[in-house]
């Protein structure tokens, strides 16, 4: 393990028997059990079922279905409670609704996934909210039946035969034994196309209510902020440029996160301090 100062800043990768992180110092106990469970799950998703097709193209599933199983587990097992599930839930709401990226199809992330942010985050959120869909969309047409028996299915399959790895055809065939008419057309749209997954179609089991909140709008290209240091692309309607921020801007520190609740700060040559709410407006889930 390796500590380190930036808040935010945090990654892990688990090895045989073990597991390496980099963290940020003063993490909550609670982040340290998710990551742990994260990781950890990748022994079933990566480690004993492999997949298929290129990586990038199958993140919503090896990673979005990891964060989802990851606080599921983490849930039933008490290591979390209910509250802090739901918790976790709407911050992935919040996440994936808000996301700059949330329309982008899944060739995008095969393009983009090291090279954008937003882009790379965007299958864990994708993916977990498609968990959530299915896991309804399956009780739906059985109570007794969920996501689980799913992946149970999957795990079998893939170790019935060597060289069976996962697929979306896979995946959609064993679909087909919980939901008769299948899901070509759920993958084609919310994986593939890249269309927003509609939780009102499965909201039975699903206490959702709307509320309005900002979508996250730094104002300007993160990315050139990250690797170079300088304010590029500012939206001059944005609140970054309200602040006073301009094209060009030379940054010598920053204290962002994607979350429109917060403040973002940055901090140009000559300690110029610029401080606004990257935030529009919208109406999401929780």
């Given at each position: 393990m390796i500590e380190g100062d930036t808040p935010?800043?945090?990654?892990?990768?688990?090895?045989?028997?073990?597991?390496?992180?980099?963290l940020p110092s003063g993490m909550e106990p609670q982040n340290y059990y998710l990551m742990l469970a994260h990781e950890y799950f990748h022994s079933?998703?990566?480690?004993?079922?492999?997949?298929?097709?290129?990586?990038?193209?199958?993140?919503?599933f090896t990673e979005g279905f990891t964060?989802?199983?990851?606080?599921?587990?983490?849930?039933?097992?008490?290591?979390?409670?209910?509250?802090?599930?739901?918790?976790?839930?709407?911050?992935?709401?919040?996440?994936?609704?808000?996301?700059?990226?949330?329309?982008?199809?899944?060739?995008?992330?095969?393009?983009?996934?090291?090279?954008?942010?937003?882009v790379e985050k965007l299958p864990y959120y994708r993916g977990f909210m498609f968990a959530i869909y299915l896991n309804n969309f399956i009780k739906l047409n059985n109570k007794d039946n969920s996501l689980d028996n799913v992946m149970l299915d999957l795990f079998k399959a893939t170790q019935?035969?060597?060289?069976?790895?996962?697929?979306?055809?896979?995946?959609?065939?064993?679909?087909?034994?919980?939901?008769?008419?299948?899901?070509?057309?759920?993958?084609?749209?919310?994986?593939?196309?890249?269309?927003?997954?509609?939780?009102s179609n499965v909201t039975t089991n699903l206490p959702l209510q709307k509320i309005?909140?900002?979508v996250f709008d730094l104002g300007f290209d993160l990315d050139t902020l990250v690797n170079e240091y300088v304010i590029k692309n500012i939206d001059i309607k944005s609140n970054a440029y309200k602040a006073g921020l301009r094209e060009g801007n030379k940054a010598i520190g920053w204290d962002i996160t994607h979350?429109?609740?917060?403040?973002?700060?940055?901090?140009?040559?000559?300690?110029?301090?610029?401080?606004?709410?990257p935030e529009q407006k919208k109406d999401i889930y929780q």
């Open positions: 935010n800043s945090m990654g892990g990768t688990a090895l045989h028997n073990s597991f390496a992180f980099f079933w998703l990566g480690g004993k079922i492999h997949r298929e097709e290129q990586e990038e193209l199958t993140k919503w964060d989802y199983y990851s606080r599921v587990l983490a849930m039933r097992s008490g290591i979390i409670s209910v509250n802090d599930f739901i918790l976790e839930c709407n911050q992935f709401f919040r996440n994936y609704y808000l996301s700059p990226v949330l329309n982008e199809p899944n060739t995008r992330i095969q393009t983009d996934f090291w090279k954008k942010h937003d019935a035969t060597k060289d069976k790895k996962f697929s979306t055809a896979l995946f959609k065939n064993i679909m087909k034994k919980y939901i008769p008419h299948g899901i070509d057309k759920e993958i084609a749209d919310f994986i593939e196309k890249g269309k927003t997954i509609d939780l309005n909140m900002g979350n429109p609740d917060q403040i973002a700060t940055i901090i140009t040559a000559n300690n110029n301090v610029f401080k606004y709410r």
